[in-house]
């Protein structure tokens, strides 16, 4: 009986110590799995149970033109908090704060008697307010560092370099194509929380200091910007337009110099502007191109082997019926041949050319330049324009002379190089480098090659056709630039009224398009003009300022002029000694106005970009040779500047 007991008491010790034993291995168990395996993941989970983060606005690399001018940039700033529970006069505190930040003072009151442990007072303040604020040293009161976008250029490339949100997100051009790029990583501070998850307190320290993103190098020219964006606003004033577009492209590689838009604004604060002023129209809207796409009509024609440049066309003297519709030419003429037709601007004679080539050589050919699709640009928002897929009764005779077809002036400009250069489209782009924060390249855009629209052959036939246009008696005399060949086409669209959906009687499209110099193109030009007044013709409203940009991007850029220059150097802005045609019926003398009487600045030793400042502040035109700074200029300091006389400014190279 004893042995009995003693072994059901054995039993039971052995039973106890076994469940007392995995009792403690369990424990063992969970505090591993615990302690070491979930760590991390516990330590973050207590972590959000008595701190909380608070983000702070990351910082955003630049954006560089390809010259390496800052074109938008991040700027780091304080920005002022409160912690209301630790506040203890409210009233007090808002009374002194409100006269600083320029805030009334029941807005922050308001503001500080909540009951939180953070709030944002006020973001990105200027430098000297936060100095003044942080030595009151108010109690509840702190700073944190963050970054503003700042654009050092306001209004110059507005429409390119886009602009960003508080967030700071982009929102437009560049800032929000490569927003990804661009953006930095974001910081933050911590604020304590209690047993109970209140807040309590904030630590002064940034855990984390926000990183900023990648540089991006622009193919963009902030000199040819300030002169195509200077050219475009005085065309549009000077023809009373409702607005412009002007895009400068390199002819070879599809580089965008400049683009602009007129008007512009000023994207250090973008919300002062309404949407159509903040709209980047060169990309993002289409129209109808009226006489500069015969262009691209004979181009296909002769490239097709449909005609010749010596063919000769009976234009009917201005008058032509198809079916129920009658063509007309602004002014009669009889028989052209075909280089003449695009000297003097013929509706029909490029309706017969295009009637002759069929809808389907001739739609193929429009596509292959670019024509019903877009370009790729690396800009948000791009238009496609419009190409019928079908074209029935006079679709072909209208679309051969640029109405009922649609494009954007990026297409254009895109289509128009491609005769430049020998007959390449090339895709436009404005991202020539990617940098890291440290300078380092980490991606490069090289040209690209879309295809091969027209043979060489042809593209130098064209170009010579094109320069007609601005010899005497052609619709764009006003655009020759001496020293210089130029190759060019003028165009004149009428507008589709939105409401009754059919064309304006009034509102017309007045553009000017080329290429100089047009035996070895380096810039492709366009400028439109949209809704000007009294005279709506693209020879007289576009054709000057397209003058202008060339005329100051070629001196700029050290392009020699390579054809003998006459004597006398005539005043930017006088009207060519040949009546222009078609296009540009003969009017009074159009001497820049503004000019007349007005006293001759000293330019000698300005450079190029100031002294087109002071012809912008003065409102002169005045021609500019060479590069350089100003050596010499007409007439001297302080005499009067007239009509009758030589003006103009010589630029010598820098010693």
Known sequence: MKDEREKWARIRIIMVGTVFGLMFLTVIGRAFYLQILQHETLVKKA??????????????????????????ESIHMDSCYAEPRRIKDVDGTAGVLAPILNIPKSELVAKLSVNKSFIWVERWLAPEVATRVRNMKLPGIGFAPESKRFYPNMEIAAHVVGFTGRDPNGLEGIELKYDTTI????????????????????????????APGKNVILTL??????????????????????????????????????????????????SRYTLAQLRNHVVADSFEPGSTFKVFTIAAALDSGTIQPTDVYNCENGTYRIADRIIHDDHP?????????????????????????????LSAYLRNFGFGGRTGIDLPGEATGSLKRHWYGIDL???????????????????????????????????????????????????????????AETARKVTKMM????????????????????????????????????????????????????????LTIA???????????????????????AQSSLAYLKIQPNMPTTASLKPAGLKPSATPAVESPPDGNTQDASAEGEIMPNFRGMSMRKVLLVM????????????GRAAEQSPPPGHKIRGEGEVWIKFTPSA
């Open 47 to 72: 972590d959000k149970q008595h701190q909380h983060k608070i983000d702070l606005t990351p910082a955003r690399g630049s954006i560089l033109d390809r010259n390496g001018t800052t074109l938008a």
């Open 183 to 210: 953006l930095g990583n974001t910081g933050y501070m911590i604020t304590e929380r209690d047993a109970l998850g209140r807040n309590v307190a904030i630590m002064n320290t940034v855990i984390k200091d926000s």
């Open 221 to 270: 020219d902030k000199t040819i910007q300030f002169i195509t964006e200077k050219e475009l606003a005085r065309a549009v004033a000077e023809s009373n337009a409702k607005s412009g577009m002007a895009l400068v492209m390199e002819s070879e590689t599809g580089k965008v110099l400049a683009m602009a838009n007129y008007p512009t604004f000023n994207p250090n604060s973008y």
């Open 333 to 361: 003429q009889s028989r052209l041949t075909v280089s003449e037709i695009i000297k003097y601007s013929s509706n029909i004679g490029s309706a017969k050319i295009g009637s002759k080539m069929g809808e389907e050589k």
């Open 397 to 455: 005779a209208t679309i051969s002379f640029g109405q009922g077809v649609s494009l954007s002036t990026i297409q254009l400009v895109s289509a128009l190089s491609a005769v430049a250069n020998g007959g390449n489209l090339m895709k436009p782009y404005l991202v020539e480098q990617i940098l890291d924060d440290n300078g380092k390249v980490v991606q490069k855009f090289e040209p690209q090659i879309v295809r091969r629209v027209i043979s």
């Open 467 to 522: 320069e007609t246009v601005i010899d005497a008696g052609g619709t764009g005399t006003k655009a020759a630039l001496e020293g210089f060949r130029v190759a060019g086409k003028t165009g004149t669209a009428q507008k589709v009224d939105p409401v009754t959906r059919t064309y304006s009687p009034t509102k017309r499209i007045g553009s000017f398009v080329g290429f100089v110099p047009a035996d070895k193109p380096k």
């Open 527 to 549: 400028v439109i003009i949209d809704e000007p007044q009294g005279n709506k013709y693209g020879g007289v409203v576009a054709a000057p300022a397209f003058r202008g940009i």
């Open 616 to 627: 912008e502040k003065r409102g002169i035109n005045i021609r500019l040779l060479g590069s």
